[in-house]
């Protein structure tokens, strides 16, 4: 049996050894394959809103974020429910900022649409062509939706087709108002008739439909006070009474029970939240 010992030992480590490898291989291949997808989704994202980021240095941001909120939040609270879940957040914490500024860069293009469509009709009727008068527009005109007009311009003078490059501006800005623009436009490219009347027609339906939507959005906004409020009373009455009482509160976040009921609080916020939005959600 003492000669076998060594013999048992070595087998052992050896196990130990091949199985450590093995599995750090295996992570190692699946972190590789999920950066390069993170990488590739992030560089779209970041050419889509010309934002002038690498983004290898958003990745690596992102897995900060998910460790230091982690661990912040684990020592604050001795909890590895909480610290778990604002690790969780922490990784979603950099889309919910893209998705945040995509939505407020689309805004801003749609704000800016009018005034731009009033400036391609002012060219055409000074006989400009759509071409020139688009490129006047990408010069003079101010970010976003220069950014964009400039691009469209390049791909028609690098030789893509006008018609697709107007297209691939529809697939970027993801708008509704870019899209009855860009279908009038191709509509009336391909059979004929006055664009410069076109334009100015189409600016004045976005610009109803903007005094509509700014009507919706007043008449909706006691809904979304009222959301607000009603989403916001679980979590000020858990403040509340953890100045009160610490330790009861904090019994949620210590024991496998309290998980339990603060995963049900926050599924049943959730379906509130949902509904509420889609009552106060009207498509114009």
Not at 21 to 27: A, I, P, Q, R, T
Not at 102 to 127: H, P, T
Not at 199 to 223: D, P, V
């Amino acid at each position: 049996m003492d000669q076998l010992l060594p013999i048992i030992l070595l087998v052992s480590f050896g196990l130990f050894f091949f199985l450590s490898w093995s599995g750090v291989e295996l992570f190692s291949r699946g972190f590789k394959k999920y950066e390069e997808r993170y990488l590739a989704r992030t560089a779209g994202v970041l050419d889509e809103m010309f934002l002038p980021f690498n983004p290898e240095q958003i990745f690596y941001l992102n897995i900060i974020s998910v460790v230091v909120l982690a661990l912040v939040f684990f020592l604050l609270t001795r909890s590895l429910f909480l610290g778990l879940l604002f690790g969780v957040l922490g990784y979603f914490l950099p889309r919910l900022i893209f998705f945040w500024a995509k939505r407020k860069r689309r805004a801003r293009l749609e704000e800016q649409l009018v005034d731009a469509i009033d400036a391609v009709a002012n060219s055409l009727k000074a006989g400009f062509s759509l071409v020139q008068a688009l490129e006047l527009l990408s010069r003079e005109g101010s970010p976003p939706l220069s950014q964009e007009i400039a691009l469209v311009v390049r791909e028609a003078a690098l030789g893509v087709n006008f018609e697709d490059a107007l297209k691939n501006l529809g697939e970027r800005t993801k708008s509704e108002d870019f899209d009855l623009v860009i279908t009038a436009v191709l509509i009336a490219r391909g059979v004929g008739g006055n664009l410069s009347e076109t334009f100015t027609r189409l600016a004045a339906t976005i610009r109803q439909r903007n005094i509509i939507r700014g009507k919706i959005r007043s008449l909706t906004a006691q809904g979304k006070m009222q959301g607000i409020v009603i989403g916001s009373l679980p979590v000020v009455l858990g403040l509340a009474l953890y100045l009160i009482e610490p330790n009861m509160v904090l019994v949620l976040f210590r024991e496998p029970l309290g998980w339990a009921i603060l995963t049900a609080v926050l599924f049943c916020e959730g379906i509130g939240a949902f509904f509420i939005w889609r009552i106060i959600t009207i498509d114009v």
